[in-house]
């Protein structure tokens, strides 16, 4: 993967925590991430830095999301796709 498209991941990663952040009122912690003292701005630092924050800030996402919500969606055979998908 080229470092244009690990910034714009990373970005995009960000984007989804604010999202996310707005809209359940919930603030998502990332300490770990923090710590890593990089941002998608941060074009001067190197790719394996930017890698690590992806796969830090996209898992405490992750665990966020899975310790204050039910992981488990049930899908009813009945229940057409195309509510599925807008649900």
Known sequence: MQKEELL???MLL???KK??????GEEINTE?????NISPVHIHKN????KRAILTLGN???QHIRTHHN???KYHPEVPPE???TE
């Open 8 to 10: 714009h991941l990373h």
């Open 14 to 16: 960000v984007h989804v």
């Open 19 to 24: 999202y996310y952040e707005s809209i359940t």
């Open 32 to 36: 770990h991430y923090t710590a890593l």
């Open 47 to 50: 790719k394996i830095s930017h």
């Open 60 to 62: 405490e996402i992750v």
């Open 71 to 73: 992981p488990l969606i």
């Open 83 to 85: 509510k599925i998908a």
